[in-house]
Each structure stands twice: as structure tokens, then as C-alpha cells.
């Protein structure tokens, strides 16, 4: 500055101070990042947005987003991964970074309902074929898959439904058939089903649930092993603009040593409240996994190593949606609302058969997210919610 002072102006705007080197905390840093500086334009030149080594833009990744991505990786046993604004655009980056105009998708008819939707416009506005298979297909998927096959959607199990479909006999008929398996693995938060040694080729978690576990963050991620599908979908995620707030980024990172620890105790509780109402004579079927009268329930005691907090019921038929709406209302410990793996229980209500090409269920179907108050004073509030339907 030629011995000139800076105005206060530029004072405000910059600054030379750089604080001490030799910081250590366990907290990863919040990175808040649109322009990420170069040293010089030839460093700016030779600088690829692929480069998980180096920085580019904030769109394209901070330490703090590179870290969440590489452990993500690490605990779903993958080797690359993409952070999306939300589980849905999660999804959405695979659909769009695998799909072009006259290829087909095969969704199955359980699937989260938002993917539905999407797959419905994709069909609709953008030339995919999409068809919904029963998620009982197992090895049958071979049947359904065509040479423009592009993709096939899995989820394990359904979250509202809770078919356990037989997730390594589907991988094994698309592997042979050269199409590759996504599967939204947010039920078993990536701890209760290794998707990669399954056979799964795309790994999708809505983080939102049991990663965070705050009920108060979306983001959602996209995992591989395989480097030349992972490019595929950098491409979109770079195309779609699909970037992730720092802070957010540090809310699902101050989940993750606790995720385990929270997965199972809601795994405990929501079992012990699942046994109860089997009991009841106001509900007809309990669709837990773990249980027997829930579809599937062989592949998850094959494939699985524990439940987390997610389950249905079914009342008996002879209760009117009115009756069970009653129910969820007179429930004082469960909030009415949707998402879950957070740490209040949760109760929804679902119209099922709107929400399927087929359902042969009967009776009202209600949700539960068992959080993590105390599971006999939860039973002990169903019960009297159980009253009001007399
Ligand atoms: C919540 C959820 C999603 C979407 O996550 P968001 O972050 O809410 O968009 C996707 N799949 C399943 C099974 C979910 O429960």
C-alpha cells in the first residue's frame, strides 16, 4: 500500500490477519463457501471441479462437505459420494444422471411416494418408460427387464408398507442383465443392511432421518464403489446445482457418533411397542420386518441385523378411517407428522391403496416412528389413544 493506510471501507472487506497454525478440536470446521480462492490464475487454470483433492467452487465441494462425503463412504462401505439438498434430490441426481429419453425405469410399486412422483413426471414430460413391479419380484425382475432398461429402483423395505423385498436376487438378474440396482437404504440408515455386499450398485440415504436424528436438517447422499457411475452422477449433480448448505453439513456430521447407539435403541423400543399392539384386538397385522406376518420378513432375518424405528400397523377392519384418525389424535407422547429417526415418536395416517397400482391390504393403515422416550410410557399412551375408538 505504499505506506498509505487502508481506508475503514477496505478495512471492513479485508483483512491480512491469519490466525495461529496448530488448531485442533474434534469438530470437523464449518466451511461457509461460494468463491473459493486460487493463489493465481494458473492455479485457478489447471483446476478440474472433479478434483476431490482440490477446491474449485463452493457448489463443488468445502473440507467440510468433502469430510461428511468420505465418511458417508466409509460407513456405508462405498468408495464415492455425493451430498444432495435433500433425500428427493437425492434421488432425483440418479434418475437424471442415468436416464435419457426412451429408457425405461422400473420402480417398485412400494416406493417412497415422492420417487413415484418423480418417476411420473419423468414419464410423462421427458420420453422414460417407467414401470412399477410388485416388490415381491425377487429373481421374477429378470422377466421385466428390456434392452432399454436404464435403471431399476429398490427400497428395503418399503417405509410405509414395509415389504422386505429379496434385494440380492434382483442384483443378481440385473448384474446379469447389465442394468444398474439403486437402493433407497434409508430405512436401515446403511447399519442394518450393507448394501454393497448385497450387490447393490447405488446407495441413496435420505440423511434427514437417522444420520441428523435432529428432526431438524434434509440433506440427503448418493453412494457408489463403481468410478464410472459415480462420474455419471457428478455430472448431474454439478449440472442440477444440487449444492449443500455448510451448516447443514455440520448438523448431520454432529450426528454421526451417536447414529448406532440411537438406531438401536429405537430398534429396542420400537419391537417392544410392535409385540403390544400384535396383541391388541383392534389391530389386524403388525408390518415390521422383524415380525413374521410382515412380507419379507425371511430376507430381512437373511440380509438384516436390526429394525431402527420404522413400522406400520393395520387395524382391523371393522374401525372407519374416521375412528382411526381419532386414535392419532388422542396420542399425547406422538407428534402427527411426517419424516422419522428423529428423536420424537411420530404418528401418520396413509391411504395406502391410492398410493398403489395394487394393494391387497385391508383396513387403515397408521405409521409409527418410535423415538426415543420411554417405550412403556409410549405403549402405555397407545393404549389409551386405543380407547377413544370404542
Ligand atoms: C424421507 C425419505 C426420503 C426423502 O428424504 P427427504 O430428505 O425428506 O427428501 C426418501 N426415501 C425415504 C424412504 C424416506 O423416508
Given at each position: 500500500?505504499?505506506?498509505?493506510?487502508?481506508?475503514?471501507?477496505?478495512?471492513?472487506?479485508?483483512?491480512?490477519?491469519?490466525?495461529?497454525?496448530?488448531?485442533?478440536?474434534?469438530?470437523?470446521?464449518?466451511?461457509?463457501?461460494?468463491?473459493?480462492?486460487?493463489?493465481?490464475?494458473?492455479?485457478?487454470?489447471?483446476?478440474?471441479?472433479?478434483?476431490?483433492?482440490?477446491?474449485?467452487?463452493?457448489?463443488?465441494?468445502?473440507?467440510?462437505?468433502?469430510?461428511?462425503?468420505?465418511?458417508?463412504?466409509?460407513?456405508?462401505?462405498?468408495?464415492?459420494?455425493?451430498?444432495?439438498?435433500?433425500?428427493l434430490a437425492a434421488i432425483a441426481m440418479v434418475d437424471f444422471a442415468l436416464l435419457k429419453s426412451s429408457a425405461e425405469l422400473l420402480v417398485p410399486d412400494?416406493v417412497y411416494n415422492p420417487n413415484r412422483e418423480l418417476a411420473h413426471w419423468l414419464g410423462q414430460d421427458f420420453g422414460i418408460t417407467v414401470r412399477f413391479y410388485?416388490?415381491?419380484?425377487?429373481?421374477?425382475i429378470?422377466?421385466l427387464i428390456r434392452p432399454q432398461t436404464a435403471l431399476i429402483w429398490?427400497?428395503?423395505?418399503?417405509?410405509?408398507?414395509?415389504?422386505?423385498?429379496?434385494?440380492?436376487?434382483?442384483?443378481?438378474?440385473a448384474?446379469?442383465a447389465g442394468v444398474p440396482v439403486a437402493?433407497?437404504?434409508?430405512?436401515?440408515?446403511?447399519?442394518?443392511?450393507?448394501?454393497?455386499?448385497?450387490?447393490?450398485?447405488i446407495?441413496m440415504?435420505?440423511?434427514?432421518?437417522?444420520?441428523?436424528?435432529?428432526?431438524?436438517?434434509?440433506?440427503?447422499?448418493v453412494?457408489?464403489?463403481?468410478?464410472?457411475l459415480?462420474?455419471k452422477l457428478?455430472m448431474a449433480h454439478m449440472r442440477l446445482g444440487t449444492?449443500?448448505?455448510?451448516?447443514?453439513?455440520?448438523?448431520?456430521?454432529?450426528?454421526?457418533?451417536?447414529?448406532?447407539?440411537?438406531?438401536?435403541?429405537?430398534?429396542?423400543?420400537?419391537?417392544?411397542?410392535?409385540?403390544?399392539?400384535?396383541?391388541?384386538?383392534?389391530?389386524?397385522?403388525?408390518?415390521?420386518?422383524?415380525?413374521?406376518?410382515?412380507?419379507?420378513?425371511?430376507?430381512?432375518?437373511?440380509?438384516?441385523?436390526?429394525?431402527?424405528?420404522?413400522?406400520?400397523?393395520?387395524?382391523?377392519?371393522?374401525?372407519?378411517?374416521?375412528?382411526?384418525?381419532?386414535?392419532?389424535?388422542?396420542?399425547?407422547?406422538?407428534?402427527?407428522?411426517?419424516?422419522?429417526?428423529?428423536?420424537?415418536?411420530?404418528?401418520?395416517?396413509?391411504?395406502?391403496?391410492?398410493?398403489?397400482s395394487?394393494?391387497?391390504?385391508?383396513?387403515?393403515?397408521?405409521?409409527?416412528?418410535?423415538?426415543?422416550?420411554?417405550?412403556?410410557?409410549?405403549?402405555?399412551?397407545?393404549?389409551?389413544?386405543?380407547?377413544?375408538?370404542?
Amino acid at each position: 500500500m505504499g505506506g498509505k493506510r487502508k481506508s475503514l471501507q477496505t478495512l471492513l472487506t479485508t483483512t491480512d490477519y491469519r490466525p495461529p497454525e496448530g488448531f485442533a478440536a474434534f469438530p470437523t470446521a464449518i466451511h461457509h463457501a461460494s468463491t473459493v480462492l486460487f493463489k493465481d490464475v494458473a492455479a485457478l487454470r489447471a483446476r478440474n471441479w472433479q478434483d476431490k483433492q482440490a477446491y474449485t467452487y463452493g457448489l463443488h465441494g468445502t473440507p467440510t462437505t468433502f469430510t461428511l462425503e468420505a465418511r458417508l463412504a466409509e460407513i456405508e462401505g462405498g468408495s464415492h459420494c455425493l451430498l444432495a439438498p435433500s433425500g428427493l434430490a437425492a434421488i432425483a441426481m440418479v434418475d437424471f444422471a442415468l436416464l435419457k429419453s426412451s429408457a425405461e425405469l422400473l420402480v417398485p410399486d412400494n416406493v417412497y411416494n415422492p420417487n413415484r412422483e418423480l418417476a411420473h413426471w419423468l414419464g410423462q414430460d421427458f420420453g422414460i418408460t417407467v414401470r412399477f413391479y410388485d416388490p415381491m419380484v425377487g429373481e421374477g425382475i429378470a422377466e421385466l427387464i428390456r434392452p432399454q432398461t436404464a435403471l431399476i429402483w429398490t427400497e428395503a423395505p418399503g417405509s410405509v408398507s414395509m415389504e422386505v423385498p429379496d434385494i440380492p436376487a434382483i442384483c443378481r438378474a440385473a448384474k446379469a442383465a447389465g442394468v444398474p440396482v439403486a437402493l433407497d437404504n434409508t430405512w436401515s440408515a446403511g447399519l442394518a443392511f450393507r448394501a454393497f455386499e448385497h450387490g447393490v450398485d447405488i446407495v441413496m440415504q435420505a440423511l434427514t432421518k437417522y444420520h441428523s436424528g435432529g428432526s431438524d436438517v434434509l440433506m440427503g447422499a448418493v453412494i457408489t464403489r463403481d468410478k464410472a457411475l459415480h462420474r455419471k452422477l457428478e455430472m448431474a449433480h454439478m449440472r442440477l446445482g444440487t449444492g449443500v448448505s455448510a451448516d447443514d453439513t455440520y448438523l448431520v456430521l454432529r450426528g454421526l457418533p451417536t447414529m448406532k447407539l440411537r438406531f438401536d435403541a429405537h430398534d429396542a423400543a420400537a419391537r417392544k411397542v410392535a409385540a403390544w399392539l400384535k396383541a391388541r384386538p383392534e389391530i389386524s397385522r403388525v408390518l415390521h420386518p422383524a415380525f413374521e406376518d410382515c412380507p419379507g420378513h425371511g430376507h430381512w432375518k437373511r440380509d438384516f441385523s436390526g429394525a431402527g424405528g420404522l413400522f406400520s400397523v393395520l387395524f382391523d377392519p371393522r374401525y372407519s378411517e374416521q375412528q382411526t384418525d381419532r386414535f392419532i389424535d388422542s396420542l399425547k407422547l406422538f407428534g402427527i407428522g411426517y419424516s422419522w429417526g428423529g428423536a420424537n415418536s411420530l404418528a401418520v395416517p396413509y391411504r395406502i391403496a391410492q398410493m398403489r397400482s395394487r394393494w391387497d391390504g385391508a383396513g387403515q393403515l397408521v405409521r409409527f416412528n418410535i423415538g426415543l422416550e420411554d417405550a412403556d410410557e409410549l405403549i402405555a399412551d397407545i393404549a389409551q389413544a386405543l380407547d377413544s375408538l370404542a
